[in-house]
C-alpha cells in the first residue's frame, strides 16, 4: 500500500488483471446477508446512524484527510490495455498505416536522380524479444516511480494548460501535411536546447516489446518493434536497413486540463548501406475532444548511441464554461527516417495513445478539470492487517458470498453519486430502527454510493456490526478514493481485500 507522505498527482490505481486468491465462503454471526430487512441487534447503539461509514454528501468537497486516505487505500498496478479504442480502432496501431515497399519505390523511381529510397514498416507485433532488443532495454534507466517527475513536467507547462476551452476539437484523424527532411542542425546543440527525455515506468520496460499499451488511471506505457529499409530504385534490392523499438509514453493528472505524451526510439540493428547520418523527426495530432497544444520532435540522428524522441502535450477541447462536461481524446504521433542520400523522407509511422477522458464533471470539484485513462479500472484496497480491519473482514466476506466489486474480477461496482438515491441504498441497508451495540455502527455492501447497493442493485446486501471509528474512517477513504481517481457518475471500480 502507498504511503500517504509519497502519493502525488500522477499515481493513480488501476485494476491489475490478474485474479485475486480465493477467499473462503463464510459470513460471520454478526452478519446479514439479505434481501429485504432483518432482524435488529439486540443491545442500544451509542452512535447515531448519520455517523456511520459514509462517503458523504457528493457534491461536498472531500477534506485534505479524506484525500490523504483516498490516495493511500488506491492500488497502484499496471493493466493491459484493451485491443480497440472507444471508436473501435485498434489501440496504438493506426489506421492505415501499411505501406508497402513496392509502392513506395514505384513512386520515386521517376525522380531526377533518385538512387535510393526507404521504406518504414509498420509497428510489427513482437513474439518475443531478440537479443539486441534485450540488450537495449537492459540498459534504459527507468526509475521504480515517475510520479513525481510527471506531476513536475505537467505543472511546468502553463501555456499548454491555458489553452483555450472552447476551441474547436480536432476530429482529423492525422496531420495530412507531407513530412519535412530535418535542417542540418548540430544535434548536440540542439539537443542542449531540449528538455531531456522522461523516463519510463520501471514497469513498462520490465514488459518489453509486445505491441500492448500498459495503462494505470493516469499513465499508459509500452513499447513496439520497427524498422526503416533502403531500396535501390534501379534494382528494387534491399540495401541496408535499421531496426529499432519505439516506446510509448503518456501521463495525466487529476487536476489538469493537460496530458503528456512522449515517443522514443532505439536503435536496436542496422546492416547495408544507405543508413549512415539517418535522421528522425515528427510531430502529432490529437483525435476526439482535444487538441495539440504543443509539440517538439525535431530531426536527431537515431544510432546505437543517439535516440531520437518526440514530446507533445494535449489540452482537452470540452467546454469547461458549462458543467459537467466530459470528452474523450487520443493523441497520435507520427515520425518520418530522412537521409541525405535517400530522395524522399521515409513515409510516416503512427503510435497513438489509449482513450484520455477530460471532465469537469466531478462530485465535490464542479470547477476542477482533470484526465485520466478512460480504460484503467481504478481499486480501491482495504487491509484485514490495517486501519480498518472489520470493515475489510466484512467486504471480504461479503464478496465470497458472489456479491460485486471483487478485485481480479470484471464484476464492477459502478459509482452512483444521486445523494437521494444513495440514502435509500443506506436506508434500506442499515435502516435507523436497526438497534446498534456500543461502539457498533452498521456496514453495508454494496457501498450505497454504487449502483450496486441495496435498493438500486439486484436486492442483494450484506451488512455487519462494525467498529464505528473504522467504520467512519473507511468511508472517509471511499470517499477520498473518489476524488483522488476521478471517479464519476457511472464509473467502474473494483475493491481489494488484501
Given at each position: 500500500m502507498l504511503a500517504v507522505g509519497a502519493v502525488t498527482l500522477g499515481l493513480l490505481g488501476s485494476h491489475l488483471g490478474v485474479a485475486q486468491a480465493a477467499v473462503e465462503q463464510e459470513t460471520g454471526a454478526d452478519t446479514s446477508l439479505t434481501t429485504s430487512v432483518a432482524a435488529t441487534d439486540p443491545v442500544a447503539d451509542e452512535v447515531s446512524p448519520e455517523s456511520e461509514a459514509d462517503d458523504g454528501d457528493p457534491d461536498a468537497a472531500p477534506s485534505a484527510e479524506d484525500l490523504a486516505l483516498g490516495a493511500d487505500s488506491t492500488a497502484g498496478e499496471p493493466e493491459a490495455a484493451p485491443e480497440t479504442a472507444e471508436d473501435g480502432e485498434r489501440v496504438g496501431l493506426a489506421a492505415g498505416q501499411q505501406a508497402t515497399c513496392d509502392g513506395r519505390v514505384k513512386d520515386v523511381a521517376g525522380t531526377p536522380g533518385a538512387q535510393y529510397a526507404a521504406c518504414a514498416s509498420p509497428l510489427e507485433p513482437a513474439v518475443e524479444l531478440t537479443s539486441d532488443e534485450q540488450a537495449v532495454l537492459s540498459q534504459l534507466e527507468a526509475p521504480a516511480d515517475t510520479s513525481a517527475a510527471e506531476s513536475a513536467v505537467l505543472a511546468a507547462e502553463p501555456e499548454a494548460g491555458q489553452a483555450g476551452s472552447e476551441a474547436t476539437p480536432q476530429t482529423a484523424a492525422y496531420d495530412t501535411a507531407p513530412p519535412v527532411a530535418p535542417a542540418d542542425e548540430s544535434d548536440t546543440a540542439a539537443a542542449?536546447?531540449?528538455?531531456?527525455?522522461?523516463?519510463?515506468?520501471?514497469?513498462?520496460?520490465?514488459?518489453?516489446?509486445?505491441?500492448?499499451?500498459?495503462?494505470?488511471?493516469?499513465?499508459?506505457?509500452?513499447?513496439?518493434?520497427?524498422?526503416?529499409?533502403?531500396?535501390?530504385?534501379?534494382?528494387?534490392?534491399?540495401?541496408?536497413?535499421?531496426?529499432?523499438?519505439?516506446?510509448?509514453?503518456?501521463?495525466?493528472?487529476?487536476?489538469?486540463?493537460?496530458?503528456?505524451?512522449?515517443?522514443?526510439?532505439?536503435?536496436?540493428?542496422?546492416?547495408?548501406?544507405?543508413?549512415?547520418?539517418?535522421?528522425?523527426?515528427?510531430?502529432?495530432?490529437?483525435?476526439?475532444?482535444?487538441?495539440?497544444?504543443?509539440?517538439?520532435?525535431?530531426?536527431?540522428?537515431?544510432?546505437?548511441?543517439?535516440?531520437?524522441?518526440?514530446?507533445?502535450?494535449?489540452?482537452?477541447a470540452i467546454n469547461t464554461g458549462a458543467s459537467k462536461q466530459r470528452g474523450t481524446g487520443r493523441s497520435v504521433a507520427s515520425w518520418t527516417f530522412s537521409n541525405r542520400e535517400w530522395v524522399a523522407p521515409s513515409e510516416p509511422t503512427k503510435l497513438s495513445t489509449v482513450d484520455v477522458r477530460c471532465d469537469n464533471a466531478l462530485p465535490g470539484a464542479p470547477r476542477q478539470v482533470g484526465c485520466v485513462t478512460l480504460q484503467a479500472v481504478p481499486v480501491i484496497s482495504y487491509s484485514q492487517t490495517g486501519p480498518w480491519p472489520e470493515v475489510a473482514k466484512h467486504i471480504k466476506d461479503a464478496q465470497a458470498t458472489g456479491l460485486p466489486g471483487k478485485y481480479g474480477t470484471t464484476n464492477f461496482l459502478t459509482r452512483l453519486t444521486d445523494r437521494k438515491k444513495s440514502q435509500e441504498n443506506r436506508d434500506k441497508a442499515c435502516p435507523s430502527s436497526l438497534e446498534r451495540p456500543p461502539g457498533k455502527s452498521c456496514d453495508e455492501y454494496p457501498f450505497a454510493s454504487t449502483w450496486q447497493g441495496a435498493k438500486y442493485g439486484n436486492g442483494k446486501f450484506s451488512r455487519r456490526m462494525v467498529n464505528a471509528k473504522q467504520n467512519t474512517d473507511a468511508g472517509k477513504a471511499l470517499k477520498g478514493f473518489y476524488t483522488y481517481s476521478r471517479v464519476l457518475e457511472g464509473d467502474r471500480f473494483l475493491v481489494w481485500i488484501r
Open positions: 542542449a536546447a531540449r528538455p531531456k527525455p522522461w523516463k519510463e515506468p520501471k514497469w513498462c520496460i520490465d514488459a518489453g516489446v509486445d505491441n500492448t499499451w500498459y495503462i494505470e488511471r493516469m499513465r499508459g506505457c509500452g513499447i513496439w518493434r520497427a524498422e526503416v529499409n533502403v531500396e535501390d530504385v534501379r534494382t528494387g534490392r534491399k540495401i541496408g536497413g535499421i531496426k529499432y523499438i519505439a516506446i510509448g509514453y503518456s501521463f495525466s493528472a487529476r487536476d489538469s486540463k493537460t496530458w503528456a505524451y512522449q515517443v522514443r526510439l532505439l536503435e536496436t540493428k542496422r546492416w547495408g548501406r544507405g543508413v549512415n547520418g539517418t535522421k528522425a523527426s515528427g510531430s502529432a495530432s490529437c483525435i476526439g475532444k482535444c487538441k495539440v497544444a504543443k509539440k517538439n520532435f525535431p530531426g536527431q540522428t537515431i544510432s546505437k548511441s543517439a535516440e531520437p524522441y518526440g514530446q507533445f502535450f494535449m489540452d482537452t
